[in-house]
């Protein structure tokens, strides 16, 4: 039995998808670590970036700055956390914050720094404030680039926290992990076959939410960024 015939016999397995260990719990404690890690990523990188964006204060430092983080790979990450004492998926969704923050943070700043400046000339004309220029006017303009950052970072953080496993956390990197040990490479062809298609569904809906949430005449551009 070859190794793909190996992974369609696992996948029709009932066993593998049932359970404490099957595939469907993993999933959900994968998404949920995915969830976690994504807002509090937002929470940091959102305002940051439209602040930055907006102001152009410190814009190209910090941007120079979290660009160069997106070099540090998540797993050496992962083994400094694990290394002073923090294992599991805490260690796991701190690793995911740190990556998604300059994808998020770099789609809001330029989102927001690329509004054409006549239109921001038109709203102070109307008599806006700096504030209300920014909530009315700017980020509405900005939001298919923000929302790309979001779609993207959730989809990749999906795809990292596979490594959550190698530190004693949860998710779909278990039963990938269990497969490597036991040289059971059906099993890993199998699992990361599921994950390939968990980012292709997560990113499939992100991208009816984004289409939604885009303005109507915005929408054919929002296609086309990413």
Same mark, same amino acid.
């Given at each position: 039995?070859?190794?793909?015939?190996?992974?369609?016999? @696992?996948?029709?397995?009932?066993?593998? @998808?049932?359970?404490?260990?099957?595939?469907?719990?993993?999933?959900?404690?994968?998404?949920?670590?995915?969830?976690?890690?994504?807002?509090?990523?937002?929470?940091?990188?959102?305002?940051?970036? *439209? @602040?930055?964006?907006?102001?152009?204060?410190?814009? &190209?430092?910090?941007?120079?700055?979290?660009?160069?983080?997106?070099?540090?790979?998540?797993?050496? *990450?992962?083994?400094?956390?694990?290394?002073? /004492?923090? !294992? &599991?998926?805490?260690?796991?969704?701190?690793?995911?914050?740190? !990556?998604? *923050?300059?994808?998020?943070?770099?789609?809001?700043?330029?989102?927001?720094?690329?509004?054409?400046?006549?239109?921001?000339?038109?709203?102070?004309?109307?008599?806006?404030?700096? =504030?209300?220029?920014? @909530?009315?006017?700017?980020?509405?303009?900005?939001?298919?680039?923000?929302?790309?950052?979001?779609?993207?970072?959730?989809? =990749?953080?999906?795809?990292?926290?596979?490594?959550?496993?190698?530190?004693?956390? &949860?998710?779909? &990197?278990?039963?990938?992990?269990?497969? !490597?040990?036991?040289?059971?490479?059906?099993?890993?062809?199998?699992?990361?076959?599921?994950?390939?298609?968990?980012?292709?569904?997560?990113?499939?809906?992100?991208?009816?939410? =984004?289409?939604?949430?885009?303005?109507?005449?915005?929408?054919?551009?929002? /296609?086309?960024?990413?």
């Amino acid at each position: 039995m070859n190794v793909v015939e190996e992974a369609l016999t @696992w996948l029709n397995d009932p066993l593998n @998808w049932t359970g404490p260990d099957g595939l469907l719990v993993r999933t959900g404690e994968h998404l949920e670590m995915t969830a976690i890690a994504v807002l509090l990523a937002a929470l940091i990188a959102l305002p940051a970036g *439209i @602040w930055l964006g907006h102001s152009g204060k410190g814009a &190209g430092p910090t941007i120079v700055i979290v660009n160069t983080s997106r070099a540090l790979p998540t797993f050496g *990450i992962l083994l400094i956390l694990a290394a002073g /004492g923090l !294992f &599991g998926d805490r260690a796991a969704v701190i690793s995911a914050v740190i !990556f998604a *923050i300059p994808l998020i943070l770099a789609n809001a700043y330029t989102g927001v720094a690329e509004v054409d400046p006549d239109v921001k000339d038109a709203a102070r004309g109307m008599g806006m404030s700096s =504030q209300r220029s920014l @909530w009315l006017v700017e980020l509405p303009l900005a939001v298919p680039l923000v929302a790309a950052g979001l779609r993207t970072a959730i989809v =990749q953080v999906i795809a990292v926290l596979t490594l959550a496993a190698f530190v004693g956390g &949860g998710g779909l &990197g278990v039963p990938l992990r269990v497969g !490597f040990s036991n040289q059971r490479y059906g099993q890993v062809l199998a699992v990361g076959v599921v994950i390939a298609v968990l980012c292709l569904v997560v990113d499939a809906v992100l991208a009816l939410v =984004q289409r939604a949430v885009t303005p109507a005449p915005l929408r054919v551009k929002a /296609g086309t960024v990413r």
